[in-house]
Antibody, heavy 119, light 109 residues
């Protein structure tokens, strides 16, 4: 069973970049069995898929974020990361890192990290 | 890319069967059998309970079942129990993206 854990700053100023890391344990991030991604949930709201990185390094992103989002993998640390530029208050949310199977469902979730965008 | 449509809330009594709907389009739910459902308890991360429309992960009760017709997916919970009270989200592959529904709050009366 994989265990995922998010880390990063919980407070980001408007217009600055948001950067989160997900540490994976219980398995190798290089496995071909999983893809890796990020999902967020604004307070009291639904879930929003941000993007996914394949084990090949290829990425695909929610069009709503295209242009300001980057997801990458660091195999040496068994981690993957999320970068989101030019944040605003609308980006305040709990950010979950997830593993995704080839059938496009998310079977392991981190506990989530609340990120607040405020000056 | 629009979110899938779910009713905001539904309720049922213990022992009843209840069905939650998830309406998409011919760009997401319709052409792909890649619909999944997630249950989220307060303060917890979501947990997958159905994938590929109707498959259950190991450990998920057979009281949960999924189906799809055209652009609408459904989650049926039979023998409703108090512990089923939670938010339920549907999700679908949509070509080069993934889309979620807004979620349904299930209340067990």
């Amino acid at each position: 069973q994989l265990h995922l854990q998010e880390s990063g700053p919980g407070l980001v100023k408007p217009s600055e970049p948001l950067s989160l890391t997900c540490s994976v344990s219980g398995g190798s991030i290089s496995t071909s069995s999983y893809y890796w991604g990020w999902i967020r949930q604004s307070p009291g709201e639904g879930l929003e898929w941000i993007g996914t990185v394949y084990n090949t390094g290829s990425t695909f992103y929610n069009p709503s974020f295209r242009g300001r989002v980057t997801i990458s993998v660091d195999t040496s640390k068994n981690q993957f990361s999320l970068g989101l530029n030019y944040v605003s208050a609308a980006d305040t949310a709990r950010y979950y890192c997830v593993s995704m199977l080839v059938t496009y469902h998310f079977d392991n979730w981190g506990q989530g990290m609340l990120v607040t965008v405020s000056s | 890319q629009s979110a899938l449509t779910q009713p905001a809330s539904v309720s049922g009594s213990p022992g009843q069967s209840i069905t939650l709907s998830c309406t998409g389009t011919s760009d997401d739910v319709g052409p792909y059998n890649l619909v999944s459902w997630y249950r989220q308890l307060p303060g917890k991360a979501p947990q997958v309970i159905i994938f590929e429309v109707s498959k259950r992960p190991s450990g998920i009760s057979p009281r949960f079942s999924g189906s799809k017709s055209a652009n609408t997916a459904s989650l049926t919970i039979s023998g409703l129990q108090a512990e089923d009270e939670a938010h339920y989200f549907c999700c679908s592959y949509a070509g080069d993206s993934v889309v979620f529904g807004g979620g349904t709050k299930l209340t067990v009366l």
